[in-house]
């Protein structure tokens, strides 16, 4: 592609999202919109699973949270609750979802902020990256300013 009709492109897709939000609105863009704009096929949700993992020891609150943010988002998590070790989890979910072209697990204490940043994972999924992840900041190190 010239690099003229690169610019174009992305001068249209800056112009949507524009025109998508308004500064004075907190909007959830919805899948359809976020695939569109990160020109993901239009079946992507059903080829990606979307995991968490905790022991039964974590707080029982922290994954319902979870879940009430994936839910708000319209994005589909399973979590599993499990006395697992982690190496048997990934055994476990990965063996499961062969059948997935990507799949991508959270943390627990993992919960995005953007609806956006999780189909940023899937745009590098989808477009060759092998593995993805989020920038995180530990707290206890640097006094939290850390990625």
């Known amino acids: 592609m010239k690099l003229s009709l690169i610019k174009y492109l ?62 708000n988002f319209e994005i589909p998590l399973d979590q599993y609750i499990e006395n697992y070790s982690h190496s048997i989890f990934l055994s476990k979910v990965l063996t499961e979802n062969a059948d997935k072209e990507h799949v991508i697990i959270f943390d627990i204490d993992a ?6 940043s999780v189909f940023c994972m899937i745009q590098d999924l989808h477009f060759g990256y092998k593995l993805v992840g989020a920038i995180q900041t530990a707290n206890q190190f640097e006094g939290g300013k850390n990625n």
């Open 111 to 116: 919960i995005p902020l953007k609806k956006q």
């Open 10 to 71: 992305f001068k249209n897709k800056v112009l949507q999202i524009q025109q998508y939000f308004k500064k004075e609105d907190v909007i959830i863009p919805s899948n359809e919109f976020l695939i569109n704009l990160y020109c993901l096929p239009k079946d992507i949700m059903s080829k990606v699973k979307i995991v968490s993992f905790c022991n039964k020891n974590i707080h029982r609150n922290v994954p319902i949270y979870q879940k009430k943010v994936f839910d």
